[in-house]
């Protein structure tokens, strides 16, 4: 794994032994097996949330679309709160104001 031996794996234990001290490894260890079951689960559910139907799709709910903004360099779709386009970076144009 890294390229780590047990010397290097024994320094690591007692340098973080020292630091969080004896009382705090079983918590540390706790909330360190949360976070991984946490980000596994989160891992797993998002092919699921890909899968189902994008609630601000225009056709699937019968609404015309609001002014939709392209983006001036990949000719991506543009959010209206959105300053820069999240795919390639370059400043979003302005939206048009509703008196234009």
């Known amino acids: 794994m890294f390229g780590l031996g047990a010397q290097e794996l024994m320094?690591?234990?007692?340098i973080v032994l020292v630091l969080f001290g004896a009382r705090k490894l079983?918590?540390?260890?706790?909330?360190?097996?949360?976070?991984m079951k946490e980000f596994k689960k989160g891992?797993?559910?998002?092919?699921e949330?890909?899968?189902?139907?994008?609630p601000g799709s225009a056709a699937s709910?019968?609404?015309a679309p609001v002014s939709a903004r392209l983006?001036?360099?990949c000719k991506g779709a543009l959010e209206a709160a959105w300053t820069h386009?999240?795919?390639c970076g370059a400043p979003a144009p302005k939206a048009p104001t509703p008196g234009s």
Do not use: M, T, W, Y
């Open 11 to 14: 320094i690591l234990l007692v």
């Open 71 to 73: 983006c001036g360099s």
């Open 85 to 87: 386009c999240a795919s």
């Open 26 to 35: 079983p918590d540390l260890a706790k909330s360190l097996g949360k976070s």
């Open 49 to 54: 949330e890909e899968q189902a139907p994008k």
């Open 61 to 63: 709910a019968g609404l």
């Open 43 to 47: 891992i797993a559910s998002e092919p």
